[in-house]
């Protein structure tokens, strides 16, 4: 369902994405990570045609995202690392929106926003401006956008930023849900419980090179660190600090 191959970015002598390949099937749950500026964003970019790479091929369904943006674009949900709303729409209007673009029929849309304000508990705020809202209630309104088209591909940069306890609940449980119900998640994150909690299968990207991609048994055993967990093993692989000695007391 994700298919990148040989993917090449470079910004000025920054080479941001260098020669990332890998693959995402079918109601797989894909953890994506690494430590920041490491090039996950700018691959997430590439892969939803929001960048065009130097070199290299990206597929969506086996869409060729260079070639057919918008029938890749029409099967993908995307949730952005800085989620953006139309400050003086109301959530009701963003979603009729959206769901325009995907050229919902008015009975499916009103269907599905019905069923994401029901889902996300936002009834009180369905028809007050965007600009009222909280970042975690941004952050709903940009997951049910997401959703709302009953995408085949869901890609998230940074799911849980700004939520409560109760939402980020809410969030993972509808991920496994989408994973289990045949939908390809990716997800990008500095989480990395979420990861180990969620994911099939974790990639672990440095510097723009995809250093390891497996499951987590099969990156123990690249870190050979067996009964390591994701944290660990994240921070053996991509030569994470070791804390400095600290002074001596007074």
Known sequence: MI?????????GKKKAVDNLSLTAGKGEFFGFLGPNGAGKTTTIRIMTGLLKPESGTTKICGIDVAKEPEAAKMKIGY?????????KLTAREYLEFTG???KLSEEKLQSQIAWIFELFGMDGWADRRCEEYSHGMRQKVIFGA????????LIVDEPMVGLDPQSMRLIKDMLKLFANRGITVFVSTHTLS?????????????????????????LRRAAEAEGENLEGLFLKLT???????????R
């Open 3 to 11: 298919e990148l191959i040989n993917i090449c970015k470079s910004f």
């Open 79 to 87: 949730v952005p690392d800085a989620p953006y709303l139309y400050e």
């Open 100 to 102: 325009g673009l995907y």
């Open 146 to 153: 997401a959703f709302v088209h009953d995408p085949e591909v």
């Open 194 to 218: 979420v990861a180990e909690e969620l994911c099939d299968k974790i990639g672990i990207v440095n510097n723009g090179k995809l250093i390891v991609c497996g499951t987590l048994t099969e």
């Open 239 to 249: 030569g994470g600090p070791r804390p400095a000695n600290l002074p001596p007391g």
